[in-house]
């Protein structure tokens, strides 16, 4: 049996939550914006890479991400006491690397995910969600769910402060458009994570904790008005914007023309801009292919909120 399994992309810190708020997002044109992971049996374990972004990965399969999910997969199972036999697996690596669209959360997901679903769902939920965030860690540096989470479960997650259960479902505005501009060169998201300061200050905090606060509040009562007016990120993209050229032009520019928030998506170089009609979104979206982009790699998409997360396709 053979199994391929889609993994989305996401925006993992939306602004106003470091580190605790992500969503998913698929482009309304029906693009798969995000990584495949092919799986079925073989005679010894092997990992093949291809793709539009495979040539902007390590030569040696065994240094992909892919491979650690893999081998940590099976460590699980020996631990468990579970017995397996060896895969062929196939990344089809279709997001950009150090873009901010959480690229290495799309590999991560689909590879775990794809390995579940090949060995008859040995483990659950958290535990998958657990070595995803390892995978995660393993990359950029640090611990934080905020991509694997939405990608793997779909919609806005918000990461929990318990170790019982990582990460909660909030309502999302899946009414509302979100424009993904990826101008086509790199910031590595560990690289982005060091310029950040070490401490902040009280009046930081209490805007930190307001904002969140108020944004969930209007997640649940739907009232887009509140959550996106205050939609002001203290934490990271004061530090981070000048690793994104054009972006607060950018910003400027789509605020005065209807945009009703404007943000770095993940550790950047990714600008997210939420818009209320698809008509809007449609004219930013060619703005910022003529404006924000800086390489032919570069792309823009108009999306919405992916409620479902990983998926196996037909
Ligand atoms: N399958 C993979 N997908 C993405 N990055 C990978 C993968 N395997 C290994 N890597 C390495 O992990 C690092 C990912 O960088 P990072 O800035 O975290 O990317 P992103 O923010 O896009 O997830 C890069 O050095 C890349 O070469
Ligand atoms: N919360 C993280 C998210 C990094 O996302 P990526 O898509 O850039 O990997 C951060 O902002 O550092």
């Not at 979104?281 to 790699?297: D, F, H, R, V």
Request: charged share 15%; net charge negative.
């Amino acid at each position: 049996m053979k199994y391929n399994v889609f993994a989305p992309a996401s925006i993992g810190n939306l602004s106003i939550g470091f580190d605790v708020l992500g969503m998913a997002v698929q482009p309304i044109d029906g693009t798969l914006l995000g990584d495949v992971v092919s799986i079925e049996s073989a005679e010894t374990n092997h990992l093949s890479i291809v793709g539009d972004f495979a040539d902007k990965l390590p030569s040696d399969p065994q240094q992909n991400i892919v491979w650690h999910c893999l081998v940590l997969f099976h460590q699980y199972m020996q631990t468990n006491d579970l017995a397996f036999e060896p895969v062929k697996l196939t990344l089809d690596k279709k997001m950009p690397v150090g873009s901010g669209l959480g690229s290495s959360a799309c590999s991560v997901v689909a590879a775990l995910v794809a390995l579940n679903t090949f060995y008859q769902a040995p483990f659950d939920e958290q535990q998958l969600l657990k070595m995803m965030g390892e995978m995660e860690a393993q990359i950029s540096g640090s611990l934080h769910y905020d991509n694997v989470a939405p990608c793997y479960l779909g919609g806005l997650q918000l990461m929990l402060p318990q170790t019982q259960k990582v990460t909660t479902t909030l309502p999302s505005f899946n009414d509302h458009y979100y424009i993904m501009a990826y101008p086509g060169i790199e910031v590595s998201t560990k690289a982005a994570r060091d310029v950040l300061p070490d401490s902040y200050t009280r009046a930081q905090a209490i805007e930190y904790g307001q904002t969140l606060a108020s944004f969930v509040d209007a997640c649940y009562r739907q009232d887009a008005q509140q959550a996106f007016s205050t939609f002001e990120d203290v934490i990271a993209e004061p530090y981070r914007k000048h690793l994104l050229p054009g972006f607060d032009e950018a910003r400027q520019y789509l605020l005065a023309q209807g945009g009703l928030a404007v943000g770095i998506s993940g550790s950047g170089p990714t600008l997210f801009c939420v818009c209320e009609n698809e008509q809007t979104a449609n004219e930013l979206a060619c703005w910022l292919k003529e404006n924000y982009l800086k390489t032919s790699l570069g792309f823009v998409h108009v999306c919405e909120a992916d409620t479902h997360g990983a998926r196996i396709l037909d």
